[in-house]
Structure formats: C-alpha cells, structure tokens
C-alpha cells in the first residue's frame, strides 16, 4: 500500500527560473536503526542547510523526501530547498522498495507536469534512493519504469542513483540501474555533501547540458558488480 500526502498549492521559488525535482528515497527499514538513521537524520538538516548558502540553489532546486519500510511514504512533498522541514527518521519494518521507486517516479513526472503548466524550463529529475538490505517486495515494475524513463529520447528524463549501505543487496540495485555507489560505512555526511555540490552545479547549468560532477568522498565508490563491498 502507498501513502502520499498531497498538498492544494504546490511550492516553487521563482517559477520562471530553471527548476530541478530531486526525490530523496530513503529505505528506513528496521535493519537502519541505531548509528545509521541518526546519521542520515542529521545529513538531511547539513545538506539542507548547506545547499541553500547558494543563491541560485535556493531558486531552482526543489526536493522531495519519501521513506520506504512496510510501505512507501512522502515525508516532504516538493518544497525549495531553503523550505526543507526537519524530519526525524525512525526505522522500522521490511523493505518496501518496489513501491517506494513507483511512487518517487510519480512524483517527479507529476512535478515536472506542473514545471510545464507554469512554462518553467526543465533540468532532468533526480531519484537518488539509499538502501541496506534486499527489497521485501516485487521491483520488476520499478526496474522497468527507471529504464523507461531514462531511455525516453536522446538523453533521457530521468536520473536514477542508488547508493548501497552495509550488507546491500548488489544484484537488486544493479536490476534499477547502472549508476550504483556503495559506502563504506554508515557515515552519511560526506555522500550528501557531494550531492549537494552536485544541485548547486546543475543549478548553475544551463538545461540543455550536464554538469561537472564533483569527485565521491573516501567513503563512497561506483560499486563493481564484480568487487564485494568489504574490499576496500
């Protein structure tokens, strides 16, 4: 079953800007408690904080918050980046990734419908999921929407990353797509400050090319579907 708080008016800061939609799609499955959601509760309020120091950050990049356990959840609806609430993250339950892709890629194609309506110039989505174990339901259908999605026209419409934590199920993330990274530990501090470098470099873009992204911190690499995580 999914869950989605919807809201009469959605937020946007300068709609004649260039806007980007990121989906932050965060498994907070029981096996995340302790030391590891207590990381990624306080590296939610650092990226926040750090990514709206940037002027045009603050105007173009929008994010999201869905958490998936025994069901997918929106903790935050789109809102500008200097709008992002503090959330507290609590980890429970099974590993309802199926349904937490399905329903972060409905998110973006629907905020990117209301970017058309306004006539707000496009950059392409980001899904960026965080995982640490096996999904506890079906991801057939999600792992043929993100293929889908990204093989729409010539560069695609849309970016999915997944980054793998502790014992991560390689094979299932590799089924979503080729852009898989895998961290060292559970140390959430460094991965969020490259992804906020990364907003801030698309924001600074023009929507018709890519950006430079900044290099991964020491505790993060591309995983290697052949490379097991514990050889560092």
Known sequence: MISQETFDTPKIAAPNEAHLACVLLLDTSGSMSGSPIGSLNQALQDFKEKVS?????????????????????????????????????????????????????????????????????????????????????????AAQRIQEEESKGSRGRLKFFALGVSDYDKATL???????????????????????????????????????LTQLPENARKADPDRDVSDW
Do not use: C
Not at 82 to 109: C, P, Q, W
């Open 53 to 141: 120091l940037d002027e045009m950050a603050k105007k173009r990049v929008d994010i999201a918050i869905v958490e998936f356990n025994d069901k997918a959840r929106v903790v935050q609806d789109f809102t500008p980046i200097s709008e992002m609430s503090s959330v507290t993250l609590r980890a429970k339950g099974n590993t309802s990734m199926g349904a937490g892709v399905n329903l972060a890629i409905d998110m973006v194609k629907e905020r990117n419908r209301y970017y058309n309506s306004l006539g707000t110039p496009v950059f392409k989505p980001w899904i960026f999921m965080i995982s640490d174990g096996a999904p506890t339901d079906d991801i057939t259908a």
């Open 174 to 212: 590799f089924k979503l797509t080729h852009r898989v990274m895998e961290l060292k530990d559970t140390d959430f501090s460094g991965i969020f400050n490259w992804m906020g470098e990364s907003m801030v470099a698309i924001s600074l873009s023009r929507v018709d090319e890519e950006a430079t």
